[in-house]
């Protein structure tokens, strides 16, 4: 069993930006890494993944603007957010795709004030 942990959420002004984090309880082989989001009254979507061969995927409403990243070591994975806006307010989770199943974290709240 893997454990995720998300941090840095928070409330920010539109046009801020905050970064997220999620730190693995170990060190698991992956398919892929990820965050989604989930606004009230909305699916949860993809915003960003990286697959175990380095491809980055990157919803639309956010290209330009988040960047994801791994730093192994830190069994962690990282969401850029810059040039927020308040369509950006959701729940944020981090998954973890492995070949015995799926993580999830447990959520961190992004905030974005107009």
């Known amino acids: 069993q893997v454990q995720l942990v998300e941090s840095g959420g928070g409330l920010v002004q539109a046009g801020g930006s905050l970064r997220l984090a999620c730190t693995a309880s170990?060190?698991?082989?992956?398919?892929?890494v990820g965050w989604y989001r989930q606004a009230p009254g909305n699916q949860r979507g993809l915003v960003a993944q990286?697959?175990?061969?380095?491809?980055?995927d990157y919803a639309d409403s956010v290209k330009g603007r988040f960047t994801i990243t791994t730093d192994n070591a830190k069994k962690t994975v990282y969401l850029q957010m810059n040039a927020l806006n308040v369509e950006d307010t959701a729940v944020y989770y981090c998954?973890?795709?492995?070949?015995?199943?799926?993580?999830w974290g447990q959520g961190t709240q992004v905030t974005v004030s107009s």
């Open positions: 170990k060190r698991v082989f992956s398919d892929a």
């Open positions: 990286i697959t175990s061969n380095g491809r980055t």
């Open positions: 998954r973890v795709i492995t070949p015995q199943g799926d993580y």
